[in-house]
């Protein structure tokens, strides 16, 4: 299992000490390092000026948000990065959800999210391959464009650019079982936002029988801390906010998630507290037992213990969340 450091996005404003955590990875033989976005700073700025002071560690996205870009420009994206950084590049998307693909991108959430996704993917791939000009009669990704409103003068057009890596991974997002299935077959790896080790059940039967190679690259909190209590402070506070938080109180993928994992009830009562601007209420009702099942926190004894449980399962990649290099450190000796 390699080790991965996931930075997220910023928040209020650049955060500090990014580019040294990166650095202090590589040093440790880190396998990756990834960068995220939400509706403030976005994926690909960030990972660049990391992929300028690195020189070893490899690049991802987790997530770029596909409604954020058209497929070609998140393609041209990835590809020029892949380039600058000697073929370090690895390209996570994810489809998010309506509150904020039509509240802040200002787009239509694609009525078939996974005819959307698959045609995303497709586009991409095709810019990758560079084997002809692009060409897809799609419902959400049609290229040329033939609307309606077109001049129906586009052509089919070919990168000008030859990529370097025709195979540069494309990972993708996914928390509904059909999704995560979907996602089995059409990319390169599966980038779940939580994971417990006890339950691969909550996402369905599409991660049964994984091609060699296939990367599962889940997000975890870790902190070395003396009290377990403290280290899953942060873990409730991302939990309050995306099950409460990150959707409506009708559709939200990460409720949903979290019902499924067997604490539904909870998640509604998050859900209920956040959208009625009770949010310390609402961290301070995400169980213990939930937010530690998904973290890895406390003593460096009670870390390397439950260590293990990550390692018998299909994760291929753990991408950890750290606020410090000596959590980075442990974790490093401890998966040598």
Known sequence: ????????????????GHVELALEAERLGYASVWTAE????????????IAARTSRIGLGTAVAQMAARSPTTTAMQALTLDHLSGGRMMLGLGLSGPQVVEGWYGRPFPASPLTATREYVD???QVLARRAPVELDGRFHAHPYRGADGTGLGRPLKSITHPLRADLPVLLGAEGPRNVAQTV????????????PGRPDAY??????????????????????????EGLLPVKAMLGFYIGGMGHATRNFHADLMGRMGYEEEARRIQELFLAGRREE????????????????GPRERIAERLQAWRKGPVTDLL???????????????NS
């Open 1 to 16: 299992m390699r080790l991965g450091l996931a930075l997220g996005y910023w928040g209020r404003g650049p955060a500090p």
């Open 38 to 49: 939400s509706w403030g700073s976005d994926a690909f700025t960030p990972l660049t000026w």
């Open 123 to 125: 586009v991409v791939r």
């Open 185 to 196: 077959r059409i990319a390169d790896g599966w980038l779940p936002l939580y994971w417990s």
């Open 204 to 229: 369905g039967p599409g991660l049964e029988g994984l091609r060699e190679g296939f990367v599962v690259a889940p997000l975890v909190r870790a902190q070395v801390c003396a009290e377990v209590s």
């Open 282 to 297: 609402a961290v301070l009702a995400v169980p213990d037992a939930f937010a530690d099942e998904i973290s890895l926190v």
């Open 320 to 334: 950890v969340v750290a606020p410090d290099p000596e959590t980075l450190r442990v974790l490093a000796e401890l």
